[in-house]
């Protein structure tokens, strides 16, 4: 059980591209999904945490202009990487949680490598 | 201001054990949990601790005491594909998770 799917896993567009990534909770309803931001050998930095049906709360120095997130459903909640450029690239994974509090741990999707040419 | 300590880096024998630690200072805890993550990869969930003790899980283990705000990881019988980066994160009091930067452990054979 508690398998996310991020979609799509690799992409590689020009700079001046807005790149779409989603993550679905596959087998249960995620009232909370997580956007993490990952550089090689560094560890993971939360960008946002969205919630259903209500605006995203964007950590420190994230630009809400810049990384759009909806969460539309208790399964899906999408990332959009606004006019991408080369510094953008980076490995984003999502993640999922059955309730915002409370112990539950956060289930993964396989992350989305981003390259901006 | 929060913060969470773990070695950056452990080596360690095949079919030996490791236990790699992590002491935290938050605001507030409400449990810990570690991850494993292969290079390239995604985490995904270990363990998770709430009350002080000894959760064991097949071949990894894991133990916290809150009154030290201490915490360690333990693997046993490793095996090659143990190669990994470990996460150890903490939940604070406004069930935000707080992440170390990880422990990457390398098993020689």
């Known amino acids: 059980g508690a398998v996310v799917s991020q979609h799509p896993s690799r992409v590689i567009c020009k700079s001046g591209t807005s790149v779409k990534i989603e993550c679905r909770s596959l087998?249960?309803?995620?009232?909370?999904m997580f956007w993490y931001r990952q550089f090689p050998k560094k560890s993971l930095m939360l960008m946002a945490t969205?919630?259903?049906?209500?605006?995203?709360?964007?950590e420190q120095g994230v630009e809400k202009d810049k990384f759009l997130i909806n969460h539309a459903s208790l399964t899906l909640s999408t990332l959009t990487v606004t006019s991408a450029h080369p510094e953008d690239s980076s490995f984003y994974i999502c993640s999922a949680s059955l309730q915002g509090r409370g112990g539950q741990p956060q289930h993964f999707g396989d992350g989305t490598r981003l390259s901006i040419l | 201001g929060q913060n969470i300590d773990q070695p950056t880096e452990m080596t360690a024998t095949e079919g030996a054990i490791v236990q790699i630690n992590c002491t935290y200072q938050t605001s507030g805890f409400n449990g810990l949990f570690w991850y494993q993550q292969h290079a390239g990869e995604a985490p995904t969930f270990l363990s998770y601790n709430v009350l002080d003790g000894l959760e064991e899980k097949g071949r990894f283990s894991s133990f916290l005491s809150r009154s030290k705000g201490y915490s360690y990881l333990l693997l046993k019988e490793l095996q090659m594909k143990d190669s990994a980066s470990y996460l150890c994160?903490?939940?604070?009091?406004?069930?935000?998770?707080?992440w170390g930067a990880g422990t990457k452990l390398i098993i020689k054979p």
């Open positions: 969205s919630n259903e049906g209500s605006k995203a709360t964007y």
């Open positions: 087998d249960f309803q995620a009232t909370t």
């Open positions: 994160a903490v939940m604070d009091s406004n069930y935000q998770l707080i």
